[in-house]
């Protein structure tokens, strides 16, 4: 009964923007009547033209038939003898939902799992089913939690979701291309009028005569006021198909917990933010890191490393599932909110399931190693496939931090090529330092409004941090150009710098050591004497003692 009242009101929308454009083209069509029994020549001539310009795009979008042809996302296509495990159970789930089978299954780099069915007759009869599933959420979730999330992907096709979108669809399409007919249109208009005046303008400056400006702001206004009309009905389309589509997300996570449990598919919920939150970061600031200097994971770990890293953060992956995301609500939305969802799961009577039950969902992968390395084929650009692969994560994180330090410049840098004209290098601020011109050098840095208008010591205060800052990285660079740091990679914890030893001293800290340096040479009265023995030192080759320091760039 619910499935049918949502067709009948997908139905109802669709008509609705069907009879808006017979109401267009009927007043179209009155007002070229009543006009023309008091307008005659050229002047009807131009406005029946109009008339028929504007029917057009309402025409054409009347009878739009031909729908997007949809498209598989990049991911890998897996068959039942390529995966038994994972196929046995999308076909129990499905027997257990009373739904068909998804006919293929696809895995993807997203988190994010995903049905669709491509109906025939808008949706009246059946059609071929694809479910879409992505290796983060594999990665990431239980097999309990794993069948929370078919489930809910079920509980669409049960709902008859899957049928009701193509209408849904080509309403939106529909309304979408109407309104861009008419903004060309405007467009083209304003491009005819801008062309005319700026020709006229021309000609008045041939003649010795001062042009007039040129002004386009009425030009296309028809197209304009009509595109906003089909806008306030596509606003009100939207709003309402989006208000049926989040009742349709409730209803799924009902089946879900049907299916796997209460406390499975609210953990789903919980644990799917957490991934979509940590896999982004993970994309950033582990997989990507090495594209700057040309370099990519070792084959098959740009998704593999994925598990690595949520293996060593656990105790901060908790933290982050016992808060509920908060979400800014819009009538735009297609789905709820998380905690909204989460909070009516939980609602729910307890069912005695548990949402860890059977191990990780990746395991449902005969060979998961071979899996990820096809996904990384079939997902990334060929540009990206096409770079030398690193030996291991940690030569990756060297040869990005090597080609940070060398290609970046620092604010101060960028203040001491200002001040002086020459290339900004280590031994030119090391100079500018010794001529007590630091403060002067100090003064292009960018500050804030308080900062710059300090004076004396209360200006050295507030410049002293970032100055400290730029020199420490300046540094850091030197000693990367002369091959003498060290990278200490970490799933845990920001990358860390290895220094080598600064002193004569095998028992001192390198770092306390470079400290001490930087503060001497951005003291009141800057010397540079400890940071340039110490640059000294770091040249020998007998430099063999190391500590850390957080580096200027870290995942």
């Known amino acids: 009964m619910l499935a049918t009242l949502r067709a009948l009101r997908a139905l109802v929308l669709l008509l609705g923007f069907y009879l808006l454009s017979l109401l267009v083209l009927a007043a179209l069509a009155g007002l070229d009547i009543a006009l023309l029994e008091h307008v005659h020549g050229y002047a009807a001539f131009k406005l029946v033209g109009l008339s028929i310009v504007l029917a057009v795009p309402v025409v054409r979008g009347l009878f739009m038939l031909r729908m997007p042809k949809s498209e598989d996302p990049p ?18 789930l499905a027997a257990e939902a009373g739904t068909r089978a998804p006919d293929r299954v696809l895995l993807t780099p997203d988190v994010n799992a995903s049905v669709r069915e491509e109906p025939r007759l808008l949706g009246l009869l059946p059609g071929p089913r694809r479910l879409t599933l992505g290796v983060p959420l594999l990665t990431g979730l239980s097999e309990a939690q794993l069948r929370a999330v078919l489930g809910h ?61 040129v002004d386009t702001a009425r030009a296309g206004a028809t197209y304009r006021a009509m595109a906003w009309l089909y806008t306030q009905y596509g606003k009100l389309y939207l709003r309402a198909s989006l208000s049926t589509a989040r009742a349709q997300e409730y209803a799924a996570d009902r089946t879900a917990a049907r299916l796997a449990g209460r406390d499975a598919t609210a953990s789903a ?32 770990e740009f998704f593999r490393g994925f598990g690595r890293l949520l293996a060593a953060r656990e105790e901060q ?106 290339p900004p290098t280590l031994e030119a601020l090391l100079g500018v330092m010794d001529d007590g011109r630091l403060w002067q050098v100090a003064e292009r ?5 308080q900062a710059s208008a300090a004076k004396g010591r209360a200006f050295r205060e507030f410049a002293r941090p970032a100055l400290t800052r730029s020199l420490r990285t300046m540094v850091l660079a030197e000693l990367s150009a002369r091959s003498l740091l060290r990278w200490e990679f970490s799933w845990s914890r920001p990358a860390a710098v290895r220094l080598p030893s600064l002193t004569a001293d095998a028992d001192a ?47």
């Open 445 to 449: 840095l960018p500050l804030s409004e």
């Open 153 to 213: 992907e079920y509980g669409h096709f049960t709902g008859g979701d899957t049928r009701l979108s193509a209408l849904v669809v080509r309403g939106r399409v529909q309304i979408g291309r109407v309104i861009e007919r008419f903004h060309e249109s405007a467009h083209d208009k304003v491009t005819e009028e801008r062309a005319r005046q700026e020709e006229a303008a021309a000609k008045r400056i041939a003649k010795g005569k001062k042009p007039h400006a």
């Open 509 to 555: 800290d390198p770092a306390a050591v470079l400290d001490a340096a930087l503060s001497a040479a951005v003291a009141d009265r800057p010397d540079t004497a400890p940071l340039r023995a110490l640059l000294e030192r770091a040249a020998t080759p007998l430099t063999t003692g190391s500590s850390n320091v957080n580096g200027p760039v870290s995942p």
């Open 269 to 300: 919920l919980r644990e799917l933010a957490v991934l979509s939150d940590r896999f982004e970061f993970y994309l950033d600031c582990y997989a990507t890191i090495g594209l700057s200097a040309g370099s990519m994971p070792p084959r098959g």
């Open 317 to 422: 992956l908790a933290a982050m599932r016992s808060e509920l995301p908060t979400e800014e609500v819009s009538p735009y939305d297609s789905h709820p909110p998380i905690a909204e969802r989460v909070r009516r799961l939980e609602a729910l009577s307890a069912d005695g399931r548990t949402a860890d039950a059977g191990g990780p969902a990746l395991a449902l992968l005969t060979d998961p190693a071979h899996t990820l390395a096809l996904l990384e084929d079939a997902a990334l650009e060929e540009s990206a496939l096409a770079l030398p692969r690193a030996a291991d994560w940690t030569a990756l994180l060297e040869a990005a931090m090597a080609k940070g330090l060398s290609s970046g410049r620092t604010p101060l840098e960028q203040s001491l090529g200002d001040y002086t004209g020459q």
């Open 75 to 92: 991911g890998v296509e897996v068959t039942v003898a390529d995966e038994p495990r994972l196929w046995a159970l999308v076909r129990e």
